[in-house]
């Protein structure tokens, strides 16, 4: 049975707005739905759509880097917010800022003024079933959209908190100091084990201690849990219990002495391309001036890159790579789509570039055309990779960043090439796939 018009989008943030321009865009008709002003958050100040409520910054717009690249890409696929960001911009350097009211004033007129947008502002509770739909909410989804969405997905497959460690850049790991392991040799040498001796870690332990932590917001000021409690909290119960937590050296003997070391960190490979690493159990409220200067501390990261810094904030995603296909379709019901940030990205752009795919998308599939997924080698190819074929076990939100991306056929030493040639790849396959999908 063909869909029905028009596709409904729940959320008016970024992902929602980016949605329901790229249906317009194809021709399709969209129901944009935005509870503000009849409900506001505790985080939102005005009634307008794409309201900035963090920073009023983009990221990076410098050529060749990872998020150049993604906007790079949407604008290739005439986004709409990264066209309003263009006409907003503030001097940032090389980052893309923008004036937040005219940023979201642009969006907002855009898409009032656009025939084949209709913009409701009313609160949805429950999620439609008898025509396409989006769901693009975001963190501070309300908790009668979050009970119907934990309804749909199984409860355990929504989380309302980032409890996120840090990600280092492989290549920055000094791989003569951290040794291949599993605790007692099970499971084969899965991670990177960072070994420390009582000078190291009790160093170590004193630098976390002094550390500048990031202020929680009012809404945020909510009992940790247990599971994803910050490593620094955790140290605040005495200098031994880390050594009993994520830092227990129990299992694990460095071969360069063969004894057991005091404490060990360890590092999980984040991609199957073994390009970035998780360093295990640092989820953190540090700064992220004092994580790379604490966690450099680490026996092996002394030159650390960090492609994540870690947190733990007020959020609502869902275990995407379990419920989603790669074309960001419900796997238990194929009119139902999620965007945004709620599918485990972060960033603004990230979650703008996740409701435009997820909208073009939805319009393919109202006008019966076959869906499409972007390769593998491109920024949206990377994100859709992460939030569709991580590990379910340990997924947990990402932005765009090198280390999501395909080694290169040949190895390259010198970091700016290998990232321009990656750029560059990542730009024609994005070109080609666009021409093939007919989406140029």
Same mark, same amino acid.
């Given at each position: 049975?063909?869909?029905?018009?028009?596709?409904?989008?729940?959320?008016?943030?970024?992902?929602?707005?980016?949605?329901?321009?790229?249906?317009?865009?194809?021709?399709?008709?969209?129901?944009?739905?935005?509870?503000?002003?009849?409900r506001?958050?505790?985080?939102?100040?005005?009634?307008?759509?794409?309201e900035?409520?963090?920073s009023?910054?983009?990221?990076?717009?410098?050529?060749?880097?990872?998020?150049?690249?993604?906007?790079?890409?949407?604008?290739?696929?005439?986004?709409?917010?990264?066209?309003?960001?263009?006409?907003?911009? $503030?001097?940032?350097?090389?980052?893309?800022?923008?004036?937040?009211?005219?940023?979201?004033?642009?969006?907002?007129?855009?898409?009032e003024?656009?025939?084949? $947008?209709?913009?409701?502002?009313?609160?949805?509770?429950?999620?439609?079933?008898?025509?396409?739909?989006?769901?693009?909410?975001?963190?501070?989804?309300?908790?009668?959209?979050?009970?119907?969405?934990r309804?749909?997905?199984?409860?355990?497959?929504?989380?309302?908190?980032?409890?996120?460690?840090p990600?280092?850049?492989?290549?920055?790991?000094?791989?003569?100091?951290?040794?291949?392991?599993?605790?007692?040799?099970?499971?084969?040498?899965?991670?990177?084990?960072?070994?420390?001796?009582?000078?190291?870690?009790?160093?170590?332990?004193?630098a976390?201690?002094?550390?500048?932590?990031?202020?929680?917001?009012?809404?945020?000021?909510?009992?940790?849990?247990?599971?994803?409690?910050?490593?620094?909290?955790?140290?605040?119960? +005495?200098?031994?219990?880390?050594?009993?937590?994520?830092?227990?050296?129990?299992?694990?003997?460095?071969?360069?002495?063969?004894?057991?070391?005091?404490? $060990?960190?360890?590092?999980?490979?984040?991609?199957?391309?073994?390009?970035?690493?998780?360093?295990?159990?640092?989820?953190?409220?540090?700064?992220?001036?004092?994580?790379?200067?604490?966690?450099?501390?680490?026996?092996?990261?002394?030159?650390?890159?960090?492609?994540?810094?870690?947190?733990?904030?007020?959020?609502?995603?869902?275990?995407?790579?379990?419920?989603?296909?790669?074309?960001?379709?419900?796997?238990?019901?194929?009119?139902?789509?999620?965007? +945004?940030?709620?599918?485990?990205?972060?960033?603004?752009?990230?979650?703008?570039?996740?409701?435009?795919?997820? +909208?073009?998308?939805?319009?393919?599939?109202?006008?019966?055309?076959?869906?499409?997924?972007?390769?593998?080698t491109?920024?949206? +190819?990377?994100?859709?990779?992460?939030?569709?074929?991580?590990?379910?076990?340990?997924?947990?939100?990402?932005?765009?960043?090198?280390?999501?991306?395909?080694?290169?056929?040949?190895?390259?030493?010198?970091?700016?090439?290998?990232?321009?040639?990656?750029?560059?790849?990542?730009?024609?396959?994005?070109?080609?796939?666009?021409?093939?999908?007919?989406?140029?």
């Open positions: 049975m063909q869909p029905i018009e028009p596709i409904h989008i729940i959320g008016g943030g970024l992902a929602g707005c980016e949605a329901a321009w790229q249906i317009a865009r194809a021709g399709g008709r969209a129901v944009l739905y935005e509870m503000r002003p009849l506001s958050t505790e985080a939102h100040k005005t009634d307008r759509l794409a900035l409520v963090c009023n910054s983009l990221k990076s717009d410098r050529e060749n880097s990872a998020p150049w690249l993604l906007k790079e890409e949407m604008r290739r696929l005439g986004s709409l917010i990264i066209a309003s960001a263009e006409r907003a911009r $503030v001097p940032a350097g090389s980052a893309l800022a923008v004036d937040r009211d005219q940023f979201s004033l642009a969006i907002t007129q855009a898409l003024s656009h025939p084949n $947008v209709r913009i409701l502002h009313e609160e949805i509770a429950e999620i439609p079933t008898d025509c396409l739909c989006i769901i693009a909410t975001g963190p501070l989804t309300s908790d009668k959209l979050s009970a119907a969405i309804a749909v997905t199984q409860s355990q497959h929504l989380y309302f908190f980032d409890a996120i460690s990600i280092i850049d492989a290549e920055s790991i000094n791989m003569d100091v951290v040794f291949a392991a599993s605790r007692y040799d099970k499971g084969g040498a899965d991670y990177l084990n960072c070994p420390m001796d009582d000078v190291q870690y009790n160093a170590f332990y004193d976390l201690m002094a550390a500048e932590k990031v202020q929680p917001k009012e809404f945020e000021k909510t009992p940790y849990f247990e599971a994803c409690i910050p490593i620094e909290v955790m140290a605040e119960r +005495g200098r031994q219990t880390l050594l009993f937590g994520p830092l227990k050296p129990v299992g694990l003997e460095d071969p360069r002495t063969g004894k057991r070391p005091t404490a $060990v960190i360890q590092l999980r490979t984040e991609n199957v391309h073994k390009t970035c690493y998780n360093i295990v159990g640092f989820q953190t409220k540090l700064t992220y001036p004092e994580q790379k200067r604490v966690f450099r501390l680490i026996p092996g990261l002394e030159q650390a890159e960090f492609l994540r810094y870690g947190s733990l904030h007020r959020n609502t995603f869902i275990n995407s790579p379990q419920l989603l296909l790669n074309t960001l379709q419900f796997k238990s019901r194929g009119t139902l789509f999620f965007a +945004g940030q709620l599918v485990g990205v972060e960033g603004y752009t990230e979650s703008a570039a996740m409701g435009g795919f997820a +909208g073009i998308n939805a319009a393919r599939a109202l006008a019966g055309l076959p869906l499409v997924t972007p390769p593998p491109t920024a949206h +190819g990377c994100l859709v990779g992460h939030v569709s074929a991580s590990d379910p076990k340990h997924f947990q939100p990402m932005n765009t960043n090198y280390g999501l991306f395909p080694p290169l056929a040949q190895p390259v030493r010198d970091k700016e090439k290998k990232r321009q040639l990656i750029a560059q790849r990542a730009r024609e396959d994005f070109e080609r796939w666009m021409t093939q999908s007919a989406l140029s």
